[in-house]
């Protein structure tokens, strides 16, 4: 019986590298959309912008919380990263994520709410986090091509200690 326990505990952790790969994975191909697109988009190029970008954030902060019911990815990965990269990371899952774009902390955004004016009824905050752009996507590829690295390490790893064909989740 413990090695049936045991077994599901590695399926589940090679699920949670699968997906977390699977997520990265559709990041690129978000900034795919971005460089294909960016110069042919009629009307608000920072509408595009803005929805690529909280895709962005969305996608690539999902494995680090605890919503998909396999358990959180560790971050010890990105102690390894240089210094500009870490701190990216942490932007696109602390702030990024939790305070903009899942969430909005109007507070921690130090929100404006301009009640007379040309702005009327619009709110000010400064974006915290860099925006999907010609600028920001060499950043970007760094580090997912580093978190999807780590990924397939942990699921090579684990790939020789499992026994079963395939891996099924839920009921």
Same mark, same amino acid.
């Given at each position: 019986?413990a090695?049936?326990i045991?077994?599901?505990h590695?399926?589940?952790?090679y699920a949670?590298?699968?997906?977390?790969?699977?997520?990265f994975?559709?990041?690129?191909?978000y900034?795919?959309?971005?460089?294909?697109?960016?110069s042919c988009?009629?009307?608000?190029?920072?509408?595009?912008?803005?929805?690529?970008s909280k895709?962005?954030v969305?996608?690539?902060?999902?494995?680090?919380?605890d919503?998909?019911?396999l358990?959180?990815?560790?971050?010890r990965?990105?102690?390894?990263?240089?210094?500009r990269i870490?701190?990216l990371?942490?932007?696109?899952?602390?702030?990024?994520?939790n305070?903009?774009?899942a969430?909005?902390d109007?507070?921690?955004?130090? @929100?404006?709410? %301009?009640v =007379?004016?040309?702005?009327?009824? *619009?709110? $000010?905050?400064?974006?915290? +986090?860099?925006?999907?752009?010609?600028?920001?996507?060499?950043m970007?590829?760094?580090?997912l091509?580093s978190?999807? @690295?780590?990924? %397939?390490? =942990?699921k090579?790893?684990?790939? *020789?200690? $499992?026994?079963?064909a395939? +891996?099924?989740?839920g009921?």
């Open positions: 019986m090695e049936n045991n077994q599901s590695l399926e589940r952790e949670k590298y699968h997906f977390a790969s699977f997520g994975s559709e990041c690129g191909e900034l795919d959309i971005y460089e294909k697109n960016s988009i009629q009307g608000s190029a920072h509408a595009f912008e803005t929805a690529i895709s962005f969305i996608t690539y902060a999902r494995p680090f919380t919503n998909q019911g358990g959180t990815l560790s971050d990965w990105t102690r390894a990263l240089d210094e870490r701190s990371h942490n932007a696109l899952v602390g702030t990024g994520r305070i903009l774009v969430h909005m109007v507070y921690e955004l130090n @929100a404006t709410i %301009e =007379k004016g040309k702005r009327a009824g *619009s709110f $000010i905050f400064e974006w915290p +986090i860099p925006m999907v752009n010609r600028n920001t996507i060499p970007l590829r760094e580090l091509d978190a999807t @690295a780590f990924c %397939e390490e =942990k090579d790893h684990l790939r *020789s200690r $499992i026994t079963s395939q +891996i099924k989740l009921p």
